[in-house]
Structures are given as C-alpha cells and as structure tokens.
C-alpha cells in the first residue's frame, strides 16, 4: 500500500473541488486532490458563472480567460411558451455594486481543467487521477483517508479532508450524515444543438426560462452550442427519452423542424432539493453537491458550491496560517454556508420551478404578476437583480458570526 502525508485531502476535482485544491495550494497549502475519472469529467449540466463567482475567481487570475472562452450574458428572460411573453432584467444595472455585471455562458469543465493544471503546478500539492475516495478515519490529531486505484489502495495522512465529490459522496455517505430533502417526480432531459435557435425564436437572450404548464424549458447558450433542458416523466424508459423519436418531438413543438436538428448531446439526470444536516463533523468538511442539491433554475447550483469551497478555504488558511482557533473557524463556515444555503440557494430556486412548471392557473399569473411588479419598479428591480446575482446573499453572509 503506498502512503503519502499532505496538509488536506480534496475528494473530487469538478469545479468545486479544483477551486478548493487550488485555493490552498496557492496560499502555501501542502493538497492532494483526488479524482475518481482520468481528467475531469467532461459534465455538461452547469454552465452559469455569476458576478461574485467571477470575482471570486479573479484571485487566481483565471475569470478573463473564463470570460474570453465563454460568452457574456447580461440579460436574461423569463419568458411564457405560448404567448411569447417576455420579462427581461439586466444586470448592467447593478454595475455599481460588481466589477462584473452579467453572467458568463461557459461549461464548468473548463474551469475545472484549468485549475487542475494549476495544481499540479504548485509545490506541495499532487492531483492523483483514477483515484477514488473510499474510506477514512479521524481523530483529534488528523484524518486517514484511502483512496483506490487501477492497481491498490493509497493511504493518505491529513489534516483535514473536504470532500467535493458530488451528489453521490462518497466522504458524506461515510460520514453517515443525515441528507433532508426532496427529490422531484420528473426527470430532467438536456439536449445541445448547434442548430441557430435565435433565427426561430424573436428576441432570444443567452439564458431564457421558459414557462408553460404542458413542457416548461431552459434555453441556455454556451459558445458552440445551445443546451435545451425539458421535463420528462419518470414513468418514461431513458431508451425512449434518448431516442430520435423524442428529440424530434420536442424540438418539432419547439421551432417546428424537429427531424432536422442534430444534437450533439443528450443526457437525463434526477434532480433534487436537499441539504446535509452539517456541512462538517470534526476535521471532515462538505462543500457543493456533497453538502448540498438544487435544481438548477437560476443556475446556483455549481456558484454555490464554489462559494462554500471559498468560505472553507478561507476558515483554514486562517487556521494554518494565523494560527486561528480550528473549531471556532469550522463553525463558522458551517453556520455561514449552511444559512445561505437554506435561506437563499434552497427557497429561490424552488421559487424559480414553481414559476415555471405551474404555467396558466391563478396561482401562475399571480407570481406572474409579482415579476412584472418588480421589472416596472426601479427599487424592486434593483432588489431583485442583487438577490438573483448571488450578491445579495454573500452580504448578509458576512454579518453571521
């Protein structure tokens, strides 16, 4: 069994986990960042950089190359299917409280690869592909975590382990912690199409959230490709939800060409709204979709995680570096991301469905109507747009102690 000594374990190299890897390394933090794949997986569902995040990322030099690689999005549309209706909100509005003022469309492997590269990069860290956390163990002094290989086990000595591997985490499933929530009843399908959907459908933004009772959708722009995400039933076969038959279908009710159109990719996920009863238990912290699970209308889902892995890292270069108090700074991560995670990430985003799915109905037009309150209110608007920008949220953030 090989046997290694690090300062702290990273499980799972997405975006999240890179950002915390690479955020330790670069303050003088000896890591060791795990990967279950042979890169980092090529995942297609968050595509959504807001402001904060951006300047978030800045500290490693790396958002002018997100914003040169992706596209910039400063409106974007909540929009009815049948009648085209269109209520619009721009962030260039809010352009004095953030150095980035739109959201940049780029798919979060990028980020992801170019972070992991940078690690590598660092004296003192390592990023060990092909390597997937299965166990560990803690105590007072530290934490023994094994990870498995193509050809045995590594024993890794650490401080402290995060773990950013995923919804299915395998460091939360060992932490044993509870995971509350809810999975929703439909399944979701993503298709990406290079076709031109701007040339089918008038006044169409980067990002649009699309509401109708019968087959609500998001249409998002990436820089080669267009993403179109539907509701599916669970009852449906994934065979038949991945079939030619059901790509024509919806893009023939979509821009009326169904057979014509060619995707590049198609993918069905679960999604689901939960959070863990702790985001830490000793010297094992939970950060993005370990810690945390959202559906992705509004796309908070990889920010939030980012944002959880900037908290953390925060808490323990202040630890090793300061000489700070190891528990006082852990619970205070917990309180702050968990709050965050409960008052906004969780509510708005079950907010945004419902906007969506219920469609025509009473209760629709009313939550239709409280959106065009606030997009003809200057001071609602400005509220609105801070709060969905994720900016609003990191403040209160800061006054939790």
């Known amino acids: 069994m090989r046997e290694i000594s690090t300062q702290v374990v990273v499980a799972g190299a997405g975006p999240v986990g890179t950002v915390a890897a690479y955020y330790l390394a670069s303050s003088g933090i000896d890591v060791v960042l795990l990967e279950t794949g042979a890169d980092c997986a090529l995942d297609l569902r968050a595509s959504t950089f807001h402001p904060p995040t951006l ?28 009648t085209g209706e269109v209520i619009d909100f721009d962030l260039t509005e809010i352009g004095d409280v953030t150095r980035h003022p739109y959201r940049v469309q780029c798919e979060q492997y990028h980020l992801s690869r170019m972070l992991s590269d940078g690690v590598q990069k660092q004296p003192g860290a390592e990023v060990l592909f092909n390597h997937r ?44 912690t509870e995971f509350d929530g809810f999975t929703y009843p439909e399944k979701f399908l993503c298709f990406t199409t290079t076709e031109p959907l701007e040339e089918h459908l008038p006044n169409l933004a980067y990002v649009n959230y699309v509401s109708d009772p019968e087959e609500w959708l998001v249409l998002l722009r990436v820089p080669s490709l267009w993403r179109v995400l539907v509701p599916v039933k669970d009852t449906q076969e994934d065979a038949a939800l991945l079939s030619d038959a ?88 917990e309180r702050q991301r ?64």
Not at 140 to 152: D, L, R
Not at 268 to 293: C, M, N, P, T
Request: with cysteine; aromatic share 8%.
């Open 246 to 333: 059901k790509k024509n279908d919806v893009f023939e009710r979509l821009i009326g060409k169904g057979a014509e159109v060619e995707t590049q990719h198609r993918t069905i996920y679960r999604v689901h709204q939960r959070v863990v009863k702790s985001f830490r238990e000793g010297r094992v912290s939970l950060i993005g979709d370990a810690a945390h699970l959202n559906n992705p209308i509004g796309g908070f889902g990889m920010n939030s995680g980012i944002h959880d892995a900037f908290n953390l890292c925060e808490k323990l270069v202040n630890i090793f570096s300061r000489a700070a108090d190891p528990d006082e700074q852990l619970d205070i991560f």
């Open 338 to 401: 968990r709050k965050t995670t409960h008052d906004f990430i969780q509510a708005q985003t079950i907010k945004n469905m419902e906007f969506l799915s219920d469609g025509e109905g009473a209760q629709h037009e009313k939550r239709k109507a409280q959106f065009m309150r606030i997009r003809e209110d200057d001071e609602l608007r400005r509220k609105f747009l801070i709060q969905q920008a994720m900016i609003g949220c990191l403040e209160k953030e800061k006054e939790i102690a």
């Open 133 to 176: 956390i299965v166990g560990f163990n803690q105590d007072a002094q530290g934490v023994e975590v094994f990870a498995e290989n193509p050809t045995g086990i590594t024993k890794i000595n650490a401080e402290y382990l995060i773990g950013a591997d995923g919804s299915n985490s395998i460091t939360r499933k060992w932490l044993g």
């Open 55 to 82: 300047e978030m990322l800045e500290r490693f030099d790396i958002t002018q190359k997100l914003i040169e690689t992706g596209l910039k999005a400063p409106i974007y549309h909540f929009r009815e299917r049948k």
